[in-house]
């Protein structure tokens, strides 16, 4: 199964966010050209290999429930601060 355009976008935008950087699914999803898309960007993650999908979080600054476990270490490893679900924005 091939990736659909919108994916193949959707992987752009994410593998070029910085490593210790964050972007939300709804930042991604307008760079993406789908705004008010961010369920989207969740779909196409679920088809996509890869790309640093860690680096992606809510809109409100937190990490999903069910991707804590996996993302709070990546991101911690990057130099980001993870307080609970909550990822603090440097600077």
Do not use: C, H
Not at 11 to 32: C, D, M, N, Q
Not at 53 to 64: E, L
Not at 72 to 77: E, G, I, M, S, W
């Amino acid at each position: 199964m091939g990736t659909s355009s919108f994916a193949g976008l959707v992987a752009s935008v994410i593998r070029a966010i910085p490593k210790g950087s964050t972007l939300s699914y709804a930042g991604v999803a307008l760079r993406a050209n789908r705004p008010g898309g961010a369920r989207s960007v969740v779909r196409a993650l679920r088809e996509l290999k890869d790309v640093p999908w860690w680096r992606v979080i809510k809109s409100d600054g937190t990490i999903a429930k069910e991707m804590v476990a996996k993302q709070a270490p990546r991101l911690r490893r990057e130099g980001l601060e993870v307080v609970g679900r909550r990822v603090k924005p440097r600077g």
